[in-house]
């Protein structure tokens, strides 16, 4: 695999026509990718959490819609900071059913 150094200096010798297509194919690679959340089968069973945390996303949103403000967020949880509370808040806009399924299942439990 090609180092960054190497990919940089690739990328100073494309056209801007060439720089175009090589984004438009990461972002497509990307797609359903939300910054600064995380999904792996050994952190929290696979539920989507805040990075560099075993916080899902859930329990935000539920503490949001019980009326927890972001400040009363971010002091009860420390390692949180102002930007993980808005990719959560992405990440729940942009999966309804699977955040509201995750809430259920971990109030029926």
């Keep these: 695999m090609a180092s960054l150094r190497e990919f940089k200096a690739l990328l100073n010798s494309l056209s801007e026509g060439e720089k175009a297509l090589i984004l ?13 959340i995380d999904s792996r ?11 560099r945390t075993r916080i899902p996303v ?3 949103e539920q503490a949001r819609r019980l009326g ?7 002091a009860n949880y420390p390692t949180l900071r102002a930007e993980d ?6 990440y729940a806009r942009a999966h309804p059913s699977e955040i ?3 809430i259920c299942e971990n109030e029926a439990a």
């Design 41 to 51: 089968p050994e952190v929290c069973g696979g539920e989507p959490c805040i990075i």
């Design 100 to 102: 509201d399924n995750q």
């Design 85 to 90: 509370l808005q990719n959560a808040w992405d």
């Design 58 to 60: 859930w329990i935000l």
């Design 68 to 74: 927890a403000s972001e400040q009363t967020l971010l």
């Design 24 to 36: 438009k194919c990461a972002i497509e690679e990307l797609r359903g990718v939300f910054p600064g």
